[in-house]
């Protein structure tokens, strides 16, 4: 694709996004649908129970749609382009679930952790299934061991990649602004990817997505409007794995997603110490929250996590591509 055709797929994202959203938003309060805050949460945060959540249903509609004729227009409408969408609406279908337990219970649980776990993980062996179909490579590197070809240890791999940064977005989808503009950046280093190893339909589905994610953070930076909810979390999650997999840059994400794995790690090291400590180690986790206890406003927590992921992935663009 020429430069000025890379903007097209993100146009169509960002102008369906910014066209629905406010009418979605409209729908939600009128309907008196709203999120539920946690109570373990910051008592702050209490005065954002009632704003309209699961926005990630138009912006996934919108990258859905854009994907498609984008993909048909430039004659790119390979099976990586519907497996990566399978992915998006699989794991927002679960996230849906979810949030529409909470919205209808009027309270902040959902799916249980197995089912959300199955779902994933049922999700994750259909990828393969198209993976494996396509003959992609399945050898990853390992540190110290080398090349690995073992058939089930990268099965293995894939679902844990797919499930626990799925996981992982939605962890880090906490604070206004905060996961829109992650992925802007995530997405849009591999766009960069895509475009200098020529996989157009793996740029396309970056692209659309960059797209969706600008508009959605037109109304979704603070105060927040709406929220994406773990519907859209979950289906970002989800594909950021999937599309460093079609690229074969597994391990990419350790740094591009450098925040995602901060986050995951803040979460899984506060349970840990507590338990067998009895203290804890952040004032409170995923550790945005541990910034908030100690004063810093969401824009701050925001901008200073954007420009983290941005470094982390220049690195990755100027040392690894």
Known sequence: MQLAQMLIPMVSAFAITIMFMPLFIGYMRYKKEGQVIREEGPSWHEKKSGTPTMGGLVFIAAMIISAIWVSIWQHQLTLSVWISLFILVLYGLLGFYDDFEKLVHHRNEGLKAWQKLAGQILGAVIFLIAYFHEGFDHTLWIP?????SATWFYVVFVIFWLVGFSNAVNLTDGLDGLVA??????????????AREGRTDVLIICLVTVGAMLGFLMFNHKPAQIFMGDLGSLALGGMLAVVAILLHREWSLLLIGIIYVIETASVILQVASFKLTGKRIFLMSPIHHHFEMKGWSEWRIDLTFWLVGLIASGIYLVFFL
């Open 181 to 194: 503009g992650q992925t802007t950046i995530s997405f849009a280093t591999y766009a960069i990817i895509a």
């Open 144 to 148: 110290v061991i080398g090349n690995v």
